[in-house]
T-cell receptor
């Protein structure tokens, strides 16, 4: 069975500091991995995705993520956080048909302090 | 280019009633998936429609049903509403068969009282 674990429920960082959000997954085959961001009361916006190839993927808004098969991880990073990055972040794993049936983690809420 | 649109944005229903939520996919997309997001949780997959048929289904009871129309828009129906059905319902669209990216709507906030 597939599962996604986001061990950090809530993270607080200072504006300009670096950020890393953790994601561990369990899936029986090569996973399709995604990071989404959700602002309060809003839908989900895709930050980046990994299907195959280069294990370091670049996304929008200056985010990147690295797929590490040996650790079953897909951590999200950003070198310098902006106040507008405050939101809820979700890691998701897709099945063999890509983004059709996504299994989400419980999310990490990011607070950015001035 | 309109993205995924959902209606209504909010609604309040009484326990035991029935509700219908609507979704129009992003232009050019032919596959619609529905998710339920309870407060403080990640979205959970309900089901997916392609070519007007339910193709995949998550762990949801038969009270949850859907439909896809020839123009690819979709409806989610929930019968015999329970208090626990209160959630944000998200619709996502993608293009078969690549399905490389799912675009989400803003969601419908359903409150059951």
């Amino acid at each position: 069975a597939q599962s996604v674990t986001q061990p950090d429920i809530h993270i607080t960082v200072s504006e300009g500091a670096s950020l890393e959000l953790r994601c561990n997954y369990s899936y029986g085959a090569t996973p399709y991995l995604f990071w989404y961001v959700q602002s309060p009361g809003q839908g989900l916006q895709l930050l980046l995705k990994y299907f195959s190839g280069d294990t370091l993927v670049q996304g929008i808004k200056g985010f990147e993520a690295e797929f590490k098969r040996s650790q079953s991880s897909f951590n999200l990073r950003k070198p310098s956080v902006h106040w507008s990055d405050a939101a809820e972040y979700f890691c998701a794993v897709g099945g063999r048909t890509g983004a059709n049936n996504l299994f989400f983690g419980t999310g990490t809420r990011l607070t950015v302090i001035p | 280019d309109a993205g995924v649109t959902q209606s209504p944005t909010h609604l309040i229903k009484t326990r035991g009633q029935q509700v219908t939520l609507r979704c129009s996919p992003k232009s050019g997309h032919d596959t619609v998936s529905w998710y339920q997001q309870a407060l403080g949780q990640g979205p959970q997959f309900i089901f997916q429609y392609y070519e007007e048929e339910e193709r995949q289904r998550g762990n949801f009871p038969d009270r949850f049903s859907g439909h896809q129309f020839p123009n690819y828009s979709s409806e989610l129906n929930v019968n015999a509403l329970l208090l626990g059905d209160s959630a944000l319902y998200l619709c996502a669209s993608s293009l078969f068969p690549q399905n490389a990216e799912a675009f989400f709507g803003q969601g419908t906030r359903l409150t059951v009282v």
